[in-house]
């Protein structure tokens, strides 16, 4: 699921050769089109039935899926695509709710010459684009633009992933010099004539309409709606894989996927808690079911690192290389779909209810005893204070930052970083957020919410077809119109378990809130939820004190994260890792590295440290095609 596309004011014909020896370091097996004297585009064969159309009018690729509910051809899936890149031709952005999907669209009009890109409301499949040299050039992959374009790395990028909290950039920016992502909800047109023409529209059909309704009613609607995504989106699948873990969300998908050939993947030791939780969610289902041991995979060798780097740029959740790189599939067009929910119907990232602190704060003060959770209106006034806090927060961050990059170019990443945030903000500000603790929300999904949701689905495009019905317009558009009191501390989730297509998978336990039954009164569950959380706590503190690995630090069996870190193997491939230290992040990870390994610090997952990896790596890879040409 890769293309390329370049467009030239002269020609691109005599480069052919050139853009091949670019294309064959990403792409598996590509094919190329010459749309014209201009226009070329490459594209992986892989899924080309399911993502390259083209007519007499337009050709184009989408990256995920895309549904008319008009067309009499449902199984067609090339029509729907040609519907869809007709609208978009037409200059119909946002489209309107005869069409569904999660997905990135690149279209190019044959009779107007007109270029567009576009990507859903979230917009989880990255688009990349760049004007140089009086071409434009669009992937799927920054590393290729960048082995194209031979652009410099940007620092104000890096700095950004680092002080993000998840490691992502604001805006569209990326950590390469002149070449930018799309924007959620963002469609371009570009229109070549003497010179390059952009307009830009944007998809603010977030936060509409938010009224409140009989919760029964709007559990019964989600749940109606929920199971036509994914019959829409499977139309001509009868095999399908899930990544299946013992929490809500997966879950949700899961009672709604019926007549298919379905297979269930999980990461973890068939000992542990979660893993036995997944299992016999899968079993009710009749599903195959397997989990896949990541021992080896917490510091993975730097070969692997980079070959991930190059196809997929998802690096930091490398738990998941588990599954990808062991499980079975013959046919890599089987879609792999992904069920991160919870973000969009739970509102765990409304202010005031993100932390643990805050969710028992909340419960004891208000939910405990029956009382509704309190929200603000939102206002300009609020509004500009909390741009403030946001912009003042990141730019304090940066300066407490000790990295030789950051200290000779602070003035210029300062400078770069609140452009980029109030990009972001404009952003926000098309959807007329009604409620202040919306505001966080939406930061949160458009920043780290999306950037974790692509890396899931991107880390095995190589190995299968990744779609995240759960994440589609008509699901978000629907979930971001309720009230956010409905959805807060699983009040809406709890009653689509109650719908008749949970009935047995909610007399499972929630991984996180054992013991007792999903559907169990919501009081109890988040009673059970604090008790355990409180406990976990104290026996992590019990075994640092001790410094024991070997302690038990969980109330439930699960991946012990101290022990990766003790491995004589992790410390020499993160050495490796940083053996060109570009970044100058070598000092700063492998002192995070020691202080876990000696239980100074709680090791927690080894994400940031990947994260870490991936930056310098990435950077590695760019420059050592920059010294090669």
């Known amino acids: 699921m890769n293309f390329l596309y370049i467009n030239n004011l002269t020609t691109v014909k005599n480069s052919l050769k050139n853009y091949d020896n670019n294309v064959k370091m990403v792409f598996n097996n590509y094919e190329k089109k010459v749309i014209d004297k201009n226009s070329i585009l490459f594209y992986d064969e892989t899924n080309s039935n399911k993502c390259l159309y083209e007519d007499k009018n337009k050709i184009g690729y989408v990256l ?36 569904t999907g999660s997905f990135s669209i690149l279209n190019h009009d044959k009779k107007t010459k007109t270029v567009s890109i576009a990507n859903d409301v979230l917009g989880i499949y990255p688009i990349y684009y760049s004007i140089f040299n009086n071409s434009i050039y669009i992937s799927s ?31 569209k920016r990326t950590t390469v010099k002149n070449i930018y992502r799309l924007l959620p909800g963002e469609a371009i047109y570009f229109n070549f004539k003497n010179k390059i023409y952009i307009e830009k529209k944007y998809d603010n059909t977030l936060y509409q309409n938010i009224a409140r309704k009989p919760i029964k009613q709007i559990a019964k609607q989600l ?18 894989i899930l990544a299946l873990s013992g929490g809500i969300d997966s879950r949700v998908v899961l009672g709604n996927i019926k007549d298919k050939n379905l297979r269930c993947v999980t990461y973890g030791n068939d000992s542990d808690y979660e893993t036995k939780i997944a299992k016999k969610l899968a079993d009710i289902c009749g ?11 917490h510091f993975p060798k730097k070969q692997l690192l980079k070959k991930y780097i190059i196809e997929t740029e998802s690096l930091g959740i490398q738990a998941w290389l588990g599954i990808f790189e062991n499980f079975e599939n013959s046919n890599i067009t089987i879609p792999f779909l992904i069920g991160d929910v919870s973000d969009c119907l739970t509102g ?11 969710k028992v704060y909340k419960f004891l003060r208000y939910h405990l005893f029956g009382k509704e959770i309190p929200f603000t209106k939102n206002s300009t006034e609020l509004y500009d204070n909390w741009k403030k806090i946001k912009t003042d927060y990141y730019l304090d961050k940066i300066k407490k930052i000790d990295f030789g990059f950051i200290k000779s170019n602070e003035e210029v990443i300062l400078k770069g970083i609140k452009s980029d945030l109030n990009e972001m903000f404009k952003r926000i500000e098309g959807h007329n957020i009604m409620y202040y603790e919306q505001l966080h929300e939406i930061f949160s999904l458009y920043t780290r919410g999306r950037i974790f949701l692509s890396k899931q689905l991107l880390l095995g495009k190589n190995k299968c077809l990744p779609l995240a019905p759960i994440m589609s317009q008509t699901i978000l558009r629907y979930a971001f119109s309720v009230h956010p009191a409905q959805k807060i501390l699983f009040k809406l989730i709890d009653e689509l378990f109650k719908q008749n297509n949970y009935a047995e998978l909610s007399k499972i336990p929630l991984a996180d809130t054992p013991f007792i039954p999903a559907k169990s009164n919501n009081r109890l569950r988040l009673l059970i939820w604090g008790i355990r959380s409180i406990i976990d706590e104290k026996l992590i503190q019990r075994q640092m004190k001790y410094k024991n690995p070997n302690k038990r630090n969980r109330v439930l069996k699960s991946i012990n994260w101290i022990k990766p870190y003790r491995e004589k193997v992790a410390e020499r491939n993160i050495q490796e890792y940083f053996k060109n230290n570009h970044l100058e992040l070598k000092d700063y990870s492998i002192k995070i590295f020691k202080n876990r390994s000696k239980m100074v610090d709680w090791p927690l997952t080894p994400t940031d440290i990947i994260s870490l990896s991936a930056m310098n790596l990435e950077a590695e890879i760019i420059e050592s095609i920059k010294n090669e040409s």
Not at 150 to 159: A, E, L, R, T
Not at 230 to 240: A, E, G, P, S
């Open 287 to 297: 599903a195959n079911f397997k989990s896949y041991r990541i021992d080896k995979y």
């Open 141 to 171: 992959s920054l590393i290729l633009l960048a082995s194209i374009t031979k652009q410099d790395i940007d620092y104000v990028g890096i700095s950004e992933k680092l002080v993000s909290g998840l490691f992502t950039t604001f805006g």
């Open 64 to 99: 995920g899926y895309i549904r008319f509910l008009g067309t009499k051809s449902k199984k067609n899936i090339r029509h729907h695509n040609l519907y869809c890149g007709a609208e978009i031709s037409k200059k119909h952005w946002p489209l309107s709710n005869n069409f």
């Open 223 to 240: 749940n109606k709606i929920i199971k036509e995504e994914i019959d829409i989106c499977l139309y001509n699948d009868k095999n399908v």
């Open 348 to 358: 765990r990232h409304l202010y005031g209810i993100e932390s643990k602190k805050e």
